[in-house]
């Protein structure tokens, strides 16, 4: 079978997914977007694999400047739709694709003779929705109101839906999609991203190595509230237990943690996103490893670096809604969540400050956390259930 998945993102479990399917005798094509600024996966071939490798788009997206962004992704969908035109597989499978180039797509492909897969990750119309009047002003209203039409319109152009939570069900029952909606919860690569020593080479290049560290690692975009971190370090120090914030990150929200930081006298170190193949030392680097999702985001985005966090063998605390299937998963493996507020630091730092001064815990902590991935993230079943759907949707 010859399968075409696009991940805008290049994000680490999908390459996986397409290194699975391609092991197994299928011909694989994997595109990603190679402008989107993001922590990526592997995203090249070794030596010996038939998977292949294409990326689109060439020039970086300007996030907060929304016209001109808006502008790259309608024309995105266009490049998409001409990539699957050309690649002429027979199923596309879409993860991570923005709105409006997904909704450009789907129009194309109506007159295409692809079937294509919806690998639901976020839905963005809500979030959107949602921010459009908590951060963006009521002049995006309009804006969220096309993206939920957007959606809606792709999801039932759509052959088949793969969406990564239960929460996500509804929605597609409102949308009248759910009858062709499967739910497989996402993933991060067990032997890719795996548990190393504290100190590391990466954490004695930065010189980390000497002192405890908060670590956050991901984008920060308008699901997140930076100044949280800082905030978070700043309640750890205030409780005797003196740490350093160490950010990987790139975008406007560097700007707004340095000045923080600052403010609120932080030791903190700002990095951009690092190699693929250094990311365990990176994890590995962080005593405590933290997550942030604004509640406005709910049950309907899940981080993905919380999964890849696990799979480290680091503790976890969760600044997000309860209901996300993430702050499930950081409970399970003995992590602490709370609401993604200013309120939260208080008790957030107490706790932090108590397992920071706990190197046993610390340990059994990680342990439990590597335990859950071992447990929850076995690849073979989730690309079985993957292999079905496309197969079907093929015939």
């Known amino acids: 079978m010859r399968i075409l998945v696009h991940d805008y993102s290049g994000h680490p479990f999908q390459v996986e997914l397409s290194r699975e399917l391609a092991?197994?005798?299928?011909?694989?094509?994997?595109s990603y977007c190679a402008a989107y600024v993001s922590g990526k996966g592997h995203l090249t071939a070794e030596p010996g694999e038939t998977l292949r490798f294409e990326t689109l788009g060439s020039r970086p997206v300007e996030k907060d400047r929304f016209?001109?962004?808006?502008?790259?992704?309608?024309?995105?969908?266009?490049?998409?739709?001409?990539?699957?035109?050309?690649?002429?597989?027979?199923?596309?499978?879409?993860?991570?694709?923005?709105?409006?180039?997904?909704?450009?797509?789907?129009?194309?492909?109506?007159?295409?003779?692809?079937p294509w897969v919806l690998w639901h990750q976020d839905v963005y119309s809500i979030a959107v929705k949602s921010f459009a009047g908590a951060k963006l002003g009521r002049a995006f209203r309009a804006v969220a109101a096309g993206f939920t039409v957007g959606e809606r319109f792709s999801a039932r152009r759509a052959a088949a839906v793969v969406a990564i939570a239960d929460s996500f069900v509804p929605v597609h029952e409102a949308w009248g999609t759910a009858h062709k909606t499967t739910v497989i919860p996402n993933w991060a690569p067990l032997d890719e991203i795996v548990p190393v020593e504290r100190k590391n080479d990466w954490a004695v290049e930065h010189e980390l190595d000497d002192e405890l560290t908060l670590l956050y690692s991901g984008t920060l975009g308008l699901k997140h509230n930076p100044a949280l971190l800082?905030?978070?370090?700043?309640?750890?120090?205030?409780?005797?237990?003196?740490?350093?914030?160490?950010?990987?990150?790139?975008?406007?929200a560097v700007e707004v943690l340095r000045a923080e930081a600052a403010r609120l006298d932080v030791p903190t170190t700002l990095l951009p996103f690092q190699p693929y193949e250094q990311l365990p030392e990176v994890l590995g680097s962080g005593d405590l490893l933290v997550v942030l999702l604004e509640q406005d985001a709910g049950a309907f985005s899940v981080p993905s670096k919380t999964l890849s966090y696990l799979c480290a063998g680091r503790p976890v605390l969760g600044l997000m809604p309860a209901e996300n299937l993430a702050s499930q998963l950081v409970g399970e493996a003995g992590g602490l969540v709370l609401p993604p507020q200013p309120g939260s630091l208080a008790g957030a730092g107490a706790w932090a400050a108590e397992l920071l001064g706990d190197a046993e815990r610390r340990r059994e902590l990680g342990h439990a956390a590597r335990d859950l991935a071992e447990r929850e993230f076995a690849l073979a079943g989730c690309a079985d259930r993957f292999e079905r759907i496309l197969t079907e949707v093929a015939r």
């Open 23 to 30: 092991r197994r005798g299928h011909q694989v094509v994997h």
């Open 67 to 114: 016209a001109a962004r808006l502008l790259a992704e309608l024309r995105g969908g266009v490049e998409l739709a001409r990539h699957v035109r050309a690649e002429r597989p027979d199923v596309a499978l879409l993860s991570n694709v923005q709105i409006p180039t997904l909704f450009v797509f789907a129009a194309l492909m109506v007159f295409g003779r692809v």
């Open 230 to 252: 800082v905030g978070l370090a700043r309640e750890v120090i205030d409780a005797g237990r003196p740490v350093r914030l160490v950010v990987v990150n790139e975008g406007p």
